[in-house]
């Protein structure tokens, strides 16, 4: 599976071709390459617009061989050319809360709304907003496996790290919580093929 250049796959081929990788080949992936999937990504939704979501982008080989000791020395983190780290910082969304108003409120409305948001939050221990906020970070997460692959990245999502060890590896503040770990790269081996329930077994029809 090489990277493509500037073709790339549909929504349907990328879900149909996506595999969990945990080998990758070295090629690294061009900082402009990153920052587009990134900026797609972040088109993804999120309960009233909030984006709770941060995202560390993590290249250097030394931070992720730290990486890897803090996820159970699972060996797709040192062997990615890129890591990205996902994760819920509720106390900064709150604070800057304006930040993700539409700009077409007036500014009584942007008031009123943050006022309100802040209000409805603030009853909740850290903890409470900030797994509120993790959930919301798998919306991300979906699109950025997706969009990588559309570009002919591959990508396995992990959630098996130590969560304060890894808060420590990247000077995270310690009420923040990790989403999910996704190493990225040009797949160097083939993956699974798809094995999933069939839509009678998961669906309901009324």
């Known amino acids: 599976m090489e990277a493509l250049s500037e073709r790339t796959l549909s929504v349907k081929d990328a879900v149909l071709t996506r595999r969990s990788i945990r080998k990758f080949k070295p090629d690294p992936i061009p900082r402009e390459r990153l920052e587009e999937i990134l900026s797609l990504a972040l088109k993804a ?3 009233n617009n909030l984006q709770p979501w941060r995202v560390v982008v993590i290249q250097n080989a030394e931070v992720k061989e730290r990486l890897r000791e803090a996820a159970n020395n699972q060996a797709q983190v040192s062997s990615a050319p890129a ?3 996902i994760y819920s910082d509720m106390k900064d969304t709150l604070e800057h809360v304006e930040e993700v108003l539409h700009p077409g409120f007036s500014e009584e409305q942007k008031q009123a709304r943050a006022a309100s948001f802040r209000k409805a939050w603030e009853g909740q221990s850290d903890e409470e907003r900030e797994n509120w906020g993790k959930a919301q970070g798998f919306i991300l997460l979906g699109f950025l496996m997706l969009i ?3 570009f002919g990245y591959d990508t396995v ?3 098996g790290f130590n969560a ?3 808060k420590e590896v990247l000077g995270l503040p310690s009420h923040v919580a990790i989403t999910a770990l996704l190493p990225m790269g040009v797949a160097d081996e083939a993956g699974y093929e798809h094995h999933r329930h069939p839509l009678g077994r998961v669906v309901q029809w009324q």
């Open 83 to 85: 890591v990205l780290v």
């Open 164 to 166: 304060a060890r890894v």
């Open 157 to 159: 999502p992990m959630g």
């Open 45 to 47: 939704p999120s309960s």
């Open 148 to 150: 990588a692959r559309s």
